[in-house]
């Protein structure tokens, strides 16, 4: 059995380095021994697949990418943990560590530079506070990678896999949905992370599509219509559609009318298909 799947272990590494968690970075580590190797499974790391991780923290994770990947490229933010990665995962000669902010590496580079042109995936425990900023900007940056598996609070996993078009889904979800097809692959609950976060957690599976499932010319006007349709859940579409994007009702109706929607609609209701339908119909005003 792997050294760091034992919990006495990790907490004596981390001990030992006068380690003491950080709330504003996310950081609450897994101590569930079932959880990792499952994850890493799912994510399709392989002998072939390489594996970027976010965030690897003590390296319970990394431990199980090094394990079935050729090679693992883990990028952390927190200087403190550089040792304690080195020690727990000095077993393992294909993990490169590197010490930076995942916001603001420029990740194709890194891919390329790494992998060359081999497939990749990214596999990652996701520190809370960055959610949704770190999965947009992977997404948006159209990485060469197959999956985006990582562990999100359960509430964010629900909204991020909801299909557009049903009550749980919000702008995320249809964001999401342009590059990926998610998918829910198992819940978590909070006490497998040490300190215990307040909520339970899940791993999602984002695979990427070559093609976006819509047909639109104007992707950044797509994501602004998508925004501002959300912007005020409550509200008729024609309403939040409005002062989402400083256009009288009127011109708002005409468009939605065009587009077949109802002016009474509501942002939930709006599947993919009638996204971009509102969006073509906004060129042609
Ligand atoms: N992978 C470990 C596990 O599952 O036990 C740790 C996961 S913990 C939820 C999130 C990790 O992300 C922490 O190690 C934290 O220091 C790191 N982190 C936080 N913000 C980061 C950022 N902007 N870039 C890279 N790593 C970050």
């Known amino acids: 059995m792997s050294k760091l799947t034992d919990i006495s ?32 499974e799912m994510s399709g790391a392989s002998e072939t697949v390489g594996a970027i991780e976010i965030g690897p923290g003590a390296g319970v994770l990394t431990n199980e990418l090094a394990k079935i990947s050729h090679k693992v490229v883990a990028v952390e933010l927190d200087k403190r943990l550089l040792p304690v990665l080195n020690e727990t995962l000095s077993e393992h000669k294909n993990i490169k560590i590197i010490h930076g902010d995942v916001m ?5 580079k890194v891919i390329e530079q790494e992998f060359g042109s081999g497939e990749v995936v ?8 960055i959610t949704s900023p770190v999965i947009m900007r992977l997404l948006e940056e159209r990485l060469p990678i197959n ?7 359960k ?3 629900d909204r991020i896999c909801a299909a557009p ?8 979800s249809a964001a999401v949905h342009y590059y990926s097809a998610p998918e829910l692959l198992f819940k978590v609950s909070k006490g497998s ?10 791993v999602i599976r984002m695979n990427i599509l070559k093609e976006p499932p819509i047909n639109i010319t104007n992707e950044q006007l797509f994501f602004k ?3 501002a349709s959300f912007s005020q859940r409550r509200k008729t579409l024609s309403n939040s559609l409005s002062s989402g994007m400083s256009m009288s009702k009127s011109e708002i109706n005409e468009i939605l009318s065009s587009a077949g929607i109802k002016p009474t609609a509501r942002a939930e209701e709006m599947t993919m298909e009638q996204f971009a339908e509102i969006v073509n119909q906004f060129r042609n005003t």
């Not at 907490?11 to 006068?18: A, C, D, E, F, I």
């Not at 999956?147 to 609070?153: C, E, N, P, S």
């Not at 078009?165 to 995320?172: C, E, F, P």
């Open 9 to 40: 272990y990790v907490k004596g590494v981390l001990s030992k380095y006068g380690f003491t968690f950080s709330k504003a970075l996310g950081q609450n580590f897994l101590i569930n021994p079932n959880v990792c190797p499952k994850m890493a």
């Open 104 to 108: 603001k590496l420029d990740l194709k």
């Open 122 to 129: 990214v596999c990652a425990n996701l520190p809370y506070y």
């Open 147 to 153: 999956t985006l598996t990582v562990m999100v609070q």
């Open 155 to 157: 509430e964010a996993a």
């Open 165 to 172: 078009g049903t009550r749980a889904s919000g702008a995320i």
């Open 193 to 202: 992370f040490i300190p215990s976060p307040k909520v339970d957690s899940a």
């Open 225 to 227: 219509i998508v925004k």
